[in-house]
Structure formats: structure tokens, C-alpha cells
């Protein structure tokens, strides 16, 4: 991913990306921050979902195969790095 400014070093020392700060506390998992976006962007206000409705299974069983298939992909190339 690069190199990184010091001030990000100083709060995500390990450097992993995505990352958000939320009222202090530094969230780098994917997943927690996109859940974060869809609850303070909502649809309702004219905003896109990051991930699928919770009722809509299909969707989010396709979600869930495509996430568990990046986290996998992720470790494994953290062993070759």
C-alpha cells in the first residue's frame, strides 16, 4: 500500500488500510466501517447502501461469500509480503 505519513503511523502503527477514526478509537476493519458509513449515511437521505440490506439474503449471502473470499486472499498475501 505505500508508505505512510508519520501522523497515520502514530495512530495505525501496523498501517493497515482502510482505516477511520471514530470519537477517538481507529476502526480498520472493513466490514465495522462500512456498516458505520450506511448508519450515518442513510438512504433516506439520498445516500447509497455500502453493503446489502440485512433482509435481502441473497444479496447478503453473496456479500458474505465475496468478503470471506477477500479475507482469505488478504492473509495469504500477507504471507508472501
Sequence with gaps: YGDKPQAFLRKIPSGLLPAI???GQVVTE???IMELLDEWF???QGYKR???RPEDTE???QYQR???L???LFRWWCTVV
Excluded: G, W
Design 21 to 23: 477514526e471514530v470519537k
Design 50 to 52: 455500502m453493503q446489502p
Design 59 to 61: 444479496r447478503m449471502e
Design 66 to 68: 465475496l468478503a470471506a
Design 42 to 44: 442513510p438512504e433516506s
Design 70 to 72: 477477500e479475507r482469505d
Design 30 to 32: 472493513s466490514q465495522v
